[in-house]
């Protein structure tokens, strides 16, 4: 398998603060990474494909200026939520794409839960 | 029609059973196939990977493909608490992964 880390692995914060998620593939280089919500007892929700070195493609009703992703190397995604409201805390997951030799599957972090107060 | 459809469960089952989990998708172009478990609080894990139809085991699971009626199916023999999970089937053709909505599985001793 591969290895993806995610920080902080739990971050609480006031309303009105921005918070940022690292993500990294540790051990393979990742062109393109993807970064999930998830809500408790439900399944995965695709916000964002994240492209190194140009602008992420958001999915249908995530807003790209609340959710800020930068993909500046082949290890690294960063997903920023500006101005957190309270409706904001949830499980964010984030993924790396793997194609080495012909294969296509994803390795996911660990997870980052957000609790906005 | 979603494109992929998978039994929420939950599925109860005693330790040493053998467990059947099982989805289906509507997209032909399809041709890679995941399974992944989840615990509660932690990102889904990649558990088994296969290209194209037929059977892939690894230790106590089996993943089996049947691309001719769209249906994916992971088995797992000699089931233990320790396997008390979600269980997502994925599908993708390229890049973009599609899941099911995932199947929470519990083991009791």
């Known amino acids: 398998g591969a290895v993806v880390s995610q920080h902080p692995s739990r971050v609480i914060c006031k309303s009105g603060t921005s918070v940022k998620i690292e993500c990294r593939s540790l051990?393979?280089?990742?062109?393109?990474m993807f970064w999930y919500r998830q809500f408790p007892k439900q399944s995965l929700m695709l916000m964002a494909t994240?492209?190194?070195?140009?602008?992420?493609?958001?999915e249908q009703g995530v807003e790209k200026d609340k959710f800020l992703i930068n993909h500046a190397s082949l290890t690294l995604s960063t997903l920023t939520v500006t101005s957190a409201h309270p409706e904001d805390s949830s499980f964010y997951i984030c993924?790396?794409?793997?194609?080495?030799?012909?294969?296509?599957?994803?390795?996911f972090g660990p997870g980052t839960r957000l609790l906005v107060l | 029609q979603k494109e992929v459809e998978q039994d929420p469960g939950p599925l109860s089952v005693p330790e040493g059973a053998i467990v059947s989990l099982n989805c289906t998708y509507s997209?032909?172009?399809?041709?890679?196939f995941m399974w992944y478990r989840q615990y509660s609080r932690k990102g889904p894990e990649l558990l088994m990977y296969?290209?194209?139809?037929g059977n892939k085991e690894d230790g106590r699971f089996t993943a089996q493909v049947d691309k001719s009626s769209k249906y994916i199916s992971l088995f797992i023999r000699d089931s233990q608490p320790s396997d008390s999970a979600t269980y997502l089937c994925?599908?993708?053709?390229?890049?973009?992964?599609?899941f099911g909505k995932g199947t929470m599985l519990l083991v009791s001793p």
């Open positions: 997209n032909s172009a399809f041709q890679y």
């Open positions: 296969t290209y194209s139809s």
């Open positions: 051990d393979f280089q990742a062109t393109t």
């Open positions: 993924s790396a794409r793997d194609s080495r030799g012909g294969k296509e599957t994803q390795y």
């Open positions: 994925a599908v993708t053709g390229y890049s973009t992964l599609t």
């Open positions: 994240s492209n190194e070195g140009s602008k992420a493609t958001y």
